[in-house]
């Protein structure tokens, strides 16, 4: 609901308005078809983009809707990106599960989550993905005008943006209440902030799309960091594949 929320915040900068209901059902296809299709969340944005500019381009604004879906998944990849760069931030204990790359992954997150928060509401580094291209391939061209697109969209309304980054950080927060939960439940005895960090970094990983949905990297990452933190790997094996189950019976609703 609150990642719906996110969404109807970024499309009213548009000057869009849509129910938070109908935003809702729309955002679970995308997670539907981000099990079924090669690509992950990647398959399954551009499924939910295809499905809703389809379904409500009857006002000439189909664009401005499948640019609404792009834009709402940077802002919410970047708030997770956030929160995993707070635990490097105060050097929390538990990334140092990344042993030697522990600060080369900790300065990646840093630097990538304060140039996110740059290109949300300045222009100054719009060069660089412009830049980008300019490099002879078609795909990586139609993204970075996508993305160039999409954040000049949001830089309309930049209090509308820290509304969808406020929102978009409880989400996060009651995701990782949720894991946190699952966890005792198996009976996993790490602490809040241990069973948050795997859930961020296993999440952010999958941005990569390596398996279909992220199936099995996602939960091997949960598991490496668990694990090296000084849990059971029964009980965190157990939590990533619940974890996994909730989220494909979530998921076949959008289907």
Known sequence: VYAALRWQE?????GIEVGTLKLFLYSLIGNFYGIVLPGGKVAGDVMCAYRFTKDLNDNGQGRKYFISVFADRILGMLT?????????????????????????????????????????????FDFLIGWLGKIPVKSLRGLCESLLTAFRVVRRAPQKIATAILISSISV????????????????????????????????????????????????????????????????????IIALIVLIIYSAVGG
């Open 173 to 240: 927060f009651l995701n990782l209440v949720s894991m946190y939960v699952l966890g005792r439940a198996v009976g996993l005895e790490a602490d809040f902030w241990i069973i948050g960090f795997s859930y961020l970094a296993s999440t952010l990983l999958i941005s990569i799309p390596v398996t279909l949905a992220g199936i099995g990297l996602r939960e091997g990452g949960a598991v490496f960091v668990l694990v090296n933190a000084g849990n059971d790997l029964h009980k965190s094996a157990a939590l990533s």
């Open 10 to 14: 970024i499309l009213k900068i548009a």
């Open 80 to 124: 997770m990106a956030l929160f995993l760069s707070f635990y490097f931030i105060i050097k929390s204990p538990v990334i140092f599960v990344f042993n030697s790359y522990t600060w080369l992954i900790g300065t990646f997150l840093i630097t990538r989550s304060l140039l996110g928060l740059a290109f949300m509401f300045f222009p100054v």
